[in-house]
């Protein structure tokens, strides 16, 4: 009877001890079962972080960077077989580098293979003179660090990738690039994808060995192309005052010299017409193959392209000069400015004969609220904008793009090179309407276009983002 009891409680002890057993066990999955999910949200917590700082990355360093360099990468060249063409539009071309690698990439300290990948996308300081540009963020990402909770140090918590691409196959691409090119930009819209990468647990879905939490995200980003409209001058009104004398030159390349946008074509007024009036037959405003004086009424063209017609928009032009300007302007002057010779403040340098990204290159951006007054000796390049009465005298000579946008009214009496890029005058009479701007220009003054110039004036003002998606599948 005594054995019988014995052997009772050792087999209700081995069942006691074999339930704890399974409890333990359970306890211990269902607790790393909690950690691995617990470092699986905080890690795709810091990818989603990383990837949406890759995007405000880009978008500072886009500034500046003509959009085609910034597509073709710092080689500043681009495989244009048919095949690789196809492939450049695809939607996976604009992952920096492909997911797989990524998924199983050292966070804190990446080795990558480059067989087989182009640099083309990776934003650079761009392609000069038989050297490539230095990659602003490389294809090895750019790590975000945190201090070490073990020891002393920084540990690299996640990393960041980006690339940038053209939009191909949309209607306002097409209009500028016929062809279609992923490499050319056609509508001043590029589309930034940026990818945030964090270590976690280790594990293998499918043939991938997956180490990190992965967020992707894009923006799309669209420079303000309306500044970009050819003649040398351009006027903005129904209604002009204009005068000219001296020796004065207004050349406009393969435009017309002056190009007017009448603001209010129900009027009568002919703005092209009183220019060439008052500009005579002097023959001192030429381009475009057009008979002397150069002028040309461009206000059908304005308000038909897309990009330029924002020019026929009062209130955006002064949101832009009154409100945009001042937040991204290198220099800002509030009230009016008389600026005389070597008192004059430094407004950046540009030389036309060489590259955006030649060394010495310095364009900035000059935002004067007021009437600005130069003379004597002065040099500038980049973006002048002028929102009372411009009006310089002396050696004058800025290599960019001068608005002069607010009262309109401009007296040009200056000499030596002048304005290399391009002007354009625009009276508002508060954020709804047009005035009537004022145009004076006398002595030796020369204005010049020069398509190069613009362009790099324009690229310094920061892109819009004007679409945001985070991708969470597979692409489209």
Request: proline share 5%; hydrophobic share 45%; net charge negative.
């Amino acid at each position: 009877m005594i054995s019988n009891e014995s052997g009772s409680a050792l087999l209700l002890t081995l069942v006691a001890i074999l339930l704890l057993s399974l409890l333990g066990l359970f306890i211990a999955i269902d607790a790393n079962t909690g950690v691995k999910i617990s470092d699986n949200y905080e890690t795709q917590v810091q990818a989603t972080y990383a990837a949406l700082a890759g995007l405000n990355h880009a978008r500072a360093l886009i500034r500046g960077i003509p959009i085609d360099d910034l597509l073709k990468g710092p080689d500043g060249v681009y495989n244009n077989t048919p095949a690789y063409l196809i492939q450049a539009r695809k939607f996976d071309f604009r992952n920096a580098l492909p997911l797989a690698t990524l998924y199983g990439l050292d966070v804190s300290s990446p080795i990558i293979s480059t067989t087989g990948i182009f640099d083309d996308g990776i934003i650079s300081t761009g392609f000069y003179n038989g050297v490539d540009g230095t990659a602003l963020i490389p294809l090895a990402g750019i790590g975000l660090q945190a201090a070490n909770p073990y020891g002393a140090g920084m540990l690299v918590t996640a990393r960041y990738f980006v690339k940038v691409t053209d939009n191909n196959g949309e209607a306002s691409e097409l209009s500028g690039d016929s062809s279609d090119n992923p490499f050319l930009d056609g509508d001043g819209v590029v589309i930034s994808r940026s990818i945030g990468v964090s270590r976690t647990f280790s594990e293998t879905v499918g043939p991938v060995a997956r180490l990190n939490s992965i967020a992707v995200f894009e923006a799309r980003f669209k420079r303000i192309l309306a500044f970009d409209v050819g003649p040398a001058l351009v006027v903005l009104g129904s209604k002009v005052n204009a005068s000219f004398s001296g020796t004065y030159e207004i050349w406009g390349d393969k435009f017309a010299g002056v190009g007017t946008i009448d603001t209010d074509l129900a009027d009568s007024s002919m703005p092209d017409a009183t220019i060439a009036s008052a500009a005579g037959l002097s023959g001192n405003i030429t381009g475009g193959g057009w008979p002397a004086p150069s002028v040309q009424d461009i206000s059908a063209a304005v308000f038909s392209s897309n990009s330029k017609s924002p020019l026929m928009n009062p209130q955006f032009l002064w949101d832009f000069v009154y409100t945009r300007a001042p937040r991204f302007a290198d220099f800002f002057f509030s009230g009016n400015q008389h600026w005389s010779g070597g008192a004059a403040p430094y407004g950046g340098a540009y030389d036309i004969a060489k590259p955006w990204n030649a060394p010495g290159q310095d364009p900035k951006v000059t935002v004067v609220h007021g009437d600005l007054t130069i003379d004597g000796n002065y040099s500038g390049g980049g973006l002048l904008i002028v929102t009372g009465a411009l009006s310089y005298s002396g050696h004058f000579a800025f290599n960019g793009l001068v608005l002069a946008m607010g009262s309109g009214v401009v007296n040009a009496d200056g000499l030596g090179p002048g304005i290399q890029g391009g002007l354009i005058a625009a009276a508002l009479a508060g954020k709804t309407s047009f005035g009537s701007p004022t145009i004076s220009i006398g002595a030796a003054s020369k204005i010049f276009s020069n398509g190069d110039a613009v362009k790099t004036a324009a690229s310094l003002i920061p892109v819009s983002q004007i679409s945001f998606r985070e991708i969470t599948g597979l692409d489209p």
